[in-house]
């Protein structure tokens, strides 16, 4: 009769994935992925950088300052092993006598026994309410759901004492003479309490990512697809373009093999990257699987002790940033050959030429509202007076408050997180106007009444200050591609851009000219598309756009309740497809042009329930959030 592992241990659960064998001496990664150790050591010994190595599966960067044998020895995963080494094996000697043959097996003790002596185990109170099972059951699978295998952990101090509590101060197993020693004032709990506490939590916390799961497996699908249109695309196109040279094949054929090597070199660049954005799935999604599988394993298989020791690893690993899928997959590469005239003497108008392009995501005919909620908070002394809105990358809302002084950030769902600057012993805000993520995640925030940008991080905490002495008044703030930040000064009538370090880079329409470009600058983006900085002029009531170099693009717009004009130009900011959004504060309303200027329509009116838009952001799942004047944030779904 072949042994049954229990139907939720996998069996490569219990095998090294270096060697594919059995686990010999297992040490856990910080990324809950296990492995014996001798293959560590080799592992290691080629592959370490330093004091680190990346993960064999993950490959996420693990710490080894005192080499393999200073990872954490997995007592789970080895208690796993001898609990199922246990039901493989069809006969037992009794484990208190060594005589005769066993028949049941003792959970709590850890032992097999024969009749006799199971006589004599359970004459005494102490060990009559063990659990007991049958060698048969134990054998053929049928056992019930709360078995596990259990290790009795002595402490290093006490030697004697089990350490059968858990300080919750410390977050450590003890015995009960710590207790009395070093954790009087502690609060300690018995870990069986500690660990059917910690279980829920595991579950809850494994059964949470399966949603998480569930959006890599699309994702994945998606770029799947991606692929395979792709490789359509390539298939057509090259037939479009083999066919067109062969018409004038004596005049076009150098051509043609240029094409087709920047077909070529296109369809090898878009493979790799979208190659690399699978991979990236799969070892995210394989990270979370193995942590949820690791999460299962123990709260069903783990010994209380295990529980306690790893729930808050698995927690650590599960609820990192990079834990959680991109909240959108990138637009597709399209490949299309676009023919030329045949009559054309240019050899280039004859063969035609490559066009690549991604598909822009299609418009709603109406925008819809998908969530709101209210900025204002408890602590506020006055009415919200609301100037700018951003996002972070784990999806809270930012936004900034100038009458009440204050930053706040918010939660996706609109929940207070933290607010900072309101009599604050890091910083006092006065007027404070813009904010924006900088490229190392803290906030960068400008305050009119400082001359100065001041940088927080997310929790508001004081970094460091740029633009002195030079700024005098700060507006809006963006971040280009390359991370420089890019600066609006109502008074030197002019934007500022800076280098990576905080120092003056360039310079756009420095006041003092004789044709001014601004008057009153007083919001900035970046173009996500082609890197456009995109500013508004309340003054002007216009949008004035230069390439990342600092020439004129274009103007869009002029003072007015019309059409293509403002009153109250405000906020802009752009979406993947580089299609531009303005705040239009006092026609209630967001005009949406393209990266070259061009109206397109109104993305969201008064008819859609908006009213004094000042803020707006382009989520990154491709929403628009707008903050209004006085407190509401909206967000808008307006693509398909």
Same mark, same amino acid.
């Given at each position: ?79 796993? $092993? ?17 005589? &005769? ?45 709360? #078995? ?51 279980r829920t939590q595991i579950r809850q916390l494994v059964e949470?990512? =399966? ?12 770029? #799947?697809? *991606?692929? $395979? *249109?792709?490789? !359509? ?9 083999? +066919? ?8 076009? &054929? ?32 394989? !990270?979370? =699987? ?40 990138? =637009? ?45 908070? +408890? ?9 700018a809105v951003t996002t972070t990358k784990q999806g809270d809302?930012?936004?900034?408050? *100038? ?88 008074? &030197? ?41 995109? +500013? ?14 600092? =020439? ?23 979406? /993947? ?30 008819? /859609?329930?908006?009213? /004094? ?18 407190? /509401? ?8």
């Open positions: 009769m072949a042994f049954r592992l229990p139907e939720d241990i996998e069996e490569n659960f219990l095998t090294c994935q270096i060697c594919l064998d059995s686990f010999k001496e297992p040490k856990t990664l910080p990324c809950l992925h296990s492995f014996c150790l001798k293959c560590l050591k080799d592992y290691v010994k080629n592959f370490a950088v330093n004091i680190s190595f990346p993960c064999p599966v993950c490959k996420q960067d693990t710490p080894i300052p005192e080499g393999a044998e200073g990872l954490r020895t997995s007592f789970f995963l080895m208690n796993l $092993q001898e609990f199922v080494s246990h039901r493989a094996t069809v006969v037992h000697k009794c484990s208190t006598c060594s005589t &005769n043959t066993a028949t049941v097996w003792c959970q709590e003790c850890n032992h097999f026994l024969c009749e006799s002596c199971l006589k004599f185990h359970g004459s005494f109170p102490a060990t009559s309410v063990h659990d007991i099972l049958s060698i048969t059951d134990i054998f053929e699978g049928k056992l019930p759901g709360n #078995v596990k295998p259990h290790r009795v952990s002595f402490c290093q101090k006490h030697k004697k004492e089990e350490l059968r509590f858990f300080c919750t101060v410390d977050e450590t197993l003890v015995c009960r003479d710590c207790i009395v020693t070093e954790h009087k004032a502690h609060v300690c709990s018995d870990v069986i309490d500690v660990a059917t506490a910690h949470s990512m =399966q949603p998480r799961l569930a959006s890599f497996n699309e994702m994945k699908r998606k770029y #799947v697809h *991606q692929q $395979q *249109q792709l490789m !359509s695309d390539k298939k057509h196109t090259e037939n479009d373009i083999t +066919a067109s040279a062969n018409n004038i094949i004596r005049l076009i &054929n150098e051509h043609c093999q240029t094409l087709l090597g920047q077909i070529n070199n296109t369809y090898a660049v878009e493979m790799r990257q979208i190659t690399t954005e699978i991979e990236s799935v799969d070892m995210a999604t394989a !990270s979370v =699987q193995s942590a949820c599988d690791f999460g299962e394993q123990l709260v069903k298989h783990g010994a209380d002790n295990d529980v306690v020791t790893y729930k808050k690893v698995l927690h650590e690993q599960l609820t990192k940033p990079e834990m959680r899928p991109p909240r959108t997959v990138r =637009q597709k590469l399209r490949l299309k050959f676009m023919a030329a005239d045949v009559a054309n003497a240019d050899v280039k108008g004859i063969i035609g030429h490559v066009i690549e392009s991604r598909e822009s995501r299609k418009l709603l005919k109406r925008a819809k509202q998908v969530k709101h909620f209210v900025a204002k908070t +408890a602590s506020d002394k006055s009415a919200c007076y609301l100037r809302v930012v936004v900034t408050d *100038q009458y009440n002084h204050k930053v706040k950030v918010f939660s996706s769902c609109g929940n207070l997180k933290v607010e900072f600057g309101h009599k604050d012993r890091n910083k006092t805000f006065k007027n404070v106007w813009d904010v924006a993520l900088t490229p190392d995640d803290n906030l960068a925030i400008t305050d009119w009444s400082d001359k100065c940008v001041n940088v927080h991080t997310l929790k508001g905490g004081y970094v460091s200050n740029f633009g002195q002495p030079y700024i005098k008044k700060p507006f809006g703030i963006t971040y280009t591609k390359k991370g420089k930040a890019v600066v609006a000064d109502g008074i &030197n009538k002019c934007l500022y851009i800076h280098g990576l370090d905080g120092s003056l880079a360039q310079y756009i329409g420095k006041g003092g000219d004789e044709q001014e470009l601004f008057t009153n600058p007083l919001y900035v983006t970046t173009n996500k598309s082609n890197q456009d900085i995109v +500013a508004s002029d309340r003054s002007k009531e216009c949008i004035i756009a230069f390439t990342s170099g600092g =020439q004129l693009r274009y103007k869009y717009g002029a003072p007015g309740p019309n059409d293509q004009q403002f009153r109250g130009a405000g906020a802009v900011c752009s979406d /993947d497809d580089g299609k531009v959004f303005i705040a239009d504060a006092m026609n209630h309303r967001i005009h949406l042009i393209s990266q070259d200027g061009t109206f397109l329509r109104y993305v969201v009116t008064q008819e /859609d329930g908006l009213m /004094d838009p000042v803020g707006i952001t382009v989520t990154d799942d491709g929403l628009l959030m707008v903050a209004e004047f006085h407190g /509401d944030i909206k967000c808008f779904k307006y693509v398909e």
